[in-house]
T-cell receptor
Framework: KQEVTQIPAALSVPEGENLVLNCSFT??????LQWFRQDPGKGLTSLLL?????REQTSGRLNASLDKSSGRSTLYIAASQPGDSATYLC????????????????FGQGTILTVHP | SAVISQKPSRDICQRGTSLTIQCQVD?????MFWYRQQPGQSLTLIAT?????????ESGFVIDKFPISRPNLTFSTLTVSNMSPEDSSIYLC?????????FGSGTQLSVL
């Protein structure tokens, strides 16, 4: 059974700081990994999707890396802004049926990020 | 991408009653997913809803408690039946493929 853990549970940083959020998973047979952002009272917004064959993906100030063999992913946020304050969720989709199909997403519990001015 | 409208956005309900949550998508999709996010917890998949067939429920979730309708390719409902305070959660509708998932804004449910 896939388990996804995110560290730290909460993080508070001053504006402008670069930061790293961590995600680890127990089963390395993954199909892809996705990072989401969740704002209070709102749904989830997809930030980055990394396929199992990829090492990283970048979008603006965000960079996500994937090390499948060690079961880890990181989300790097450069030059953080107060608008980045949200909960960041990592979700892993596992491979099933001998690698020919994929299973459901397993979510981590999230990292609550606060960026203060 | 897909735009998902979910209603209601929040509700406060009495124990023993039922609430139906609606999810409308701006395009036709094969599968729709319903998730629950309990306070301080991660998202847990309740069921997958395909148009024209019964929903597939995950372990720990049953149709009598969480009946789902999927009358067409753009709409689905989830009912939380005979509610108890333990059902207080955010319920989220989602659509997508293996590539990406798109989520509605969620329904914040509080059961007194």
């Amino acid at each position: 059974k896939q388990e996804v853990t995110q560290i730290p549970a909460a993080l508070s940083v001053p504006e402008g700081e670069n930061l790293v959020l961590n995600c680890s998973f127990t089963d390395s047979a993954i199909y892809n990994l996705q990072w989401f952002r969740q704002d209070p009272g709102k749904g989830l917004t997809s930030l980055l999707l990394i396929q199992s064959s990829q090492r990283e993906q970048t979008s603006g100030r965000l960079n996500a890396s994937l090390d499948k063999s060690s079961g880890r992913s990181t989300l790097y946020i450069a030059a953080s802004q107060p608008g980045d304050s949200a909960t960041y969720l990592c979700a892993v989709r596992t491979v099933i049926a001998g690698g020919t199909s994929y299973g459901k997403l397993t979510f981590g519990q999230g990292t609550i990020l606060t960026v203060h001015p | 991408s897909a735009v998902i409208s979910q209603k209601p956005s929040r509700d406060i309900c009495q124990r023993g009653t039922s609430l139906t949550i609606q999810c409308q998508v701006d395009s036709q999709v094969t599968m729709m997913f319903w998730y629950r996010q309990q306070p301080g917890q991660s998202l847990t998949l309740i069921a997958t809803a395909n148009q024209g067939s019964e929903a597939t429920y995950e372990s720990g979730f049953v149709i009598d408690k969480f009946p789902i309708s999927r009358p067409n390719l753009t709409f689905s409902t989830l009912t939380v039946s005979n509610m108890s305070p333990e059902d207080s959660s955010i319920y989220l509708c989602s659509v997508g493929t293996d590539e990406k998932l798109f989520f509605g804004s969620g329904t914040q449910l509080s059961v007194l």
